[in-house]
């Protein structure tokens, strides 16, 4: 069948430079010894190694009655099993629907309902959990691994899918750059999951050639986001496009990060901000340089992305994305800007605006609005939920819930979350720049800071920290490193040590827990101390 799109529009990629099924046959035809993946095992897939195994699943599949279009869900972690999973399920043209690992009750039931999907892909141990909830749609669960099928759903086992005839049906038109490829539900943090539809040519505008010019088909990138992430699955996805490899990691891992790294030749990395912390936390090393990075993504791009790359050589880029954009802000390798996500990329155009979306003068605080100039280069909404869609798209721009500045420069800086925000006595703080003062406390691990009511009014700052392993956080002590490091009015009132912060299994935050606890009875409060702070008198 013909993979010609249906459009001489030279801002869309021919199929098989965009759309999964084309692109692994075209590497398998051109590269197919060429490795493709690398697994935490050793394990390795070439080019036509890969797409052997995914057409073999893709029939199973498709003999479950899976068809182009369909909605099919998949409960799993990094894996042979979820890239096959995920590269299958796109094969035959249908959509792929991945669960976060820890959703469960009704998260996990809303997800199900709002997905639509009929077959579900899971790892064994995860499966009971759909016993606990209505299965909408839901009629056969794929178990990956052993373990008890669910009661109410149809069973079969992932290995037999690709045991039987790996003829695949026709598909019934071309499957097009404009296709929804995925549908990823956000984090939940706020308040219910929301799926996002997202085309391949989202997907492919992403961190497309022209997006991360800098990430070559020479680069082996480190998968070790879950694939239910954008961070994930994108990658997975970026390194086909470009023709290069990829090493899982099936969880992130302090102890285990760079052994794996050298393990497995990876070139190229993606970390959260908390990652890097952890990595810079541990002993130094004389094997801090003995390996093959030669770029990091760091997000968000904090002090420590200087120490980072002064201690393992790695250069280090930063961008500001979320599942629904496409990487509106890239910088250049090790900014000397503290703070900045970098500059508009070409092909977005980016605004900072007010609540009536008017431009707010340049350096003041206003919430980022974005569009592309490449046709379906974002997500085209959220599934089943017109009002989110109309809400977030409103005037034409995709509305990111995020507030920055801009500099006379153009470099972006990330302020808050809008619904994150803290005003305390007049002021308003951000919290990312709470917790980047906090983290920088040796003994902190990672941090949250929020907003607690005040008797006075408005908000009160409260910081939730867990300690670096082996270390004890004093309170006083802390309390007066930030006083010596912060403006007055943003230092924490509240402090609250726990082992660890509530997280999602993509390792945001879960703020709206800790909001929701409040002052709790191990809450230990500066005033209490007698740990006061004044404005300096001028």
């Not at 690992?101 to 998260?107: N, P, Q, S, V």
């Not at 056969?140 to 373990?147: A, D, K, R, Y």
Request: glycine share 8%; aromatic share 10%; proline share 5%.
């Amino acid at each position: 069948m013909s993979t010609v799109n249906t459009t001489s529009d030279p801002r869309i990629p021919a199929a098989d430079r965009c759309v999964v099924r084309y692109l692994l046959d075209r590497l398998a035809a051109e590269r197919g010894a060429d490795t493709y993946v690398v697994f935490e095992n050793g394990e390795t897939w070439s080019f036509a190694e890969t797409r052997s195994r995914v057409i073999a699943v893709a029939a199973g599949l498709a003999r479950l009655g899976v068809q182009q279009g369909e909605h099919v869900a998949v409960w799993l972690s990094n894996g042979r099993e979820g890239l096959l999973t995920f590269l299958a399920i796109n094969y035959l043209g249908a959509v792929f629907v991945p669960f976060n690992t820890a959703y469960k009750g009704r998260i996990l039931e809303h997800v199900i309902d709002n997905s639509d999907a009929r077959v579900i892909v899971s790892h064994a141990q995860l499966a009971p959990l759909l016993d606990e909830v209505a299965p909408a749609q839901l009629r056969t669960v794929v178990l990956v691994g052993e373990g008890a099928a669910p009661s109410t759903l149809a069973s079969v086992a992932f290995s037999s899918l690709s045991e039987g005839d790996s003829t695949l049906p026709e598909l019934k038109r071309p499957i097009q750059p404009w296709d929804t490829q995925s549908i990823i539900y956000t984090s939940g943090t706020t308040g219910p999951s929301k799926g996002v539809l997202s085309s391949y040519l989202h997907i492919f505008t992403n961190a497309g050639p022209e997006t991360w010019h800098f990430v070559t088909g020479e680069d082996r990138f480190l998968v070790n986001m879950p694939l239910f992430h954008i961070g994930g699955m994108g990658i997975i996805f970026v390194m086909l496009v470009r023709g290069g490899s990829i090493a899982v990691m099936e969880n992130f891992s302090t102890a285990e990060f760079w052994p794996f790294v050298r393990r497995t030749q990876v070139t190229s990395m993606f970390l959260l901000g908390v990652m890097a912390t952890f990595l810079l936390k541990q002993p130094p090393s004389g094997e801090d340089r003995d390996h093959g990075v030669r770029l990091a993504f760091m997000v968000p791009f904090t002090e420590t992305a200087a120490d980072f790359h002064a201690r393992f050589g790695t250069d280090i880029y930063t961008i500001f994305n979320m599942t629904e954009i496409s990487s509106p802000i890239v910088s250049e390798p090790n900014p000397v800007k503290r703070g900045t996500c970098g500059k508009a990329r070409p092909g977005v155009d980016v605004r900072l605006v007010d609540d009536n979306d008017c431009e707010v003068p340049l350096g003041e605080i206003g919430e980022m609005i974005v569009r592309t100039d490449r046709p379906w280069g974002m997500n085209h909404g959220y599934y089943k939920n017109d009002r989110a869609t109309a809400e977030a798209w409103r005037n034409g721009w995709f509305h990111t819930g995020d507030s920055f500045r801009m500099d006379a420069e153009g470099y972006f800086y990330f302020v808050d979350r809008k619904k994150d925000a803290i005003r305390r006595r007049g002021e308003n703080i951000s919290s990312f720049e709470v917790e980047a003062e906090v983290v920088a406390f040796p003994a902190v691990r990672e941090a949250a800071a929020y907003a607690v009511p005040s008797e006075l009014g408005e908000d009160e700052v409260m910081i939730a920290v867990a300690p670096v392993d082996g270390h004890a956080i004093e309170a006083r002590a802390l309390f007066e490193f930030l006083r010596e490091h912060m403006a007055h009015f943003m230092v924490p009132r509240y402090l609250r040590v726990i082992p660890a912060l509530p997280k999602t299994a993509s390792a945001k935050v879960q703020k709206h827990l800790l909001r929701a606890e409040g002052v709790t009875p191990d809450t230990i409060d500066r005033e209490a101390l007698g740990i006061s702070v004044r404005r300096t008198k001028l």
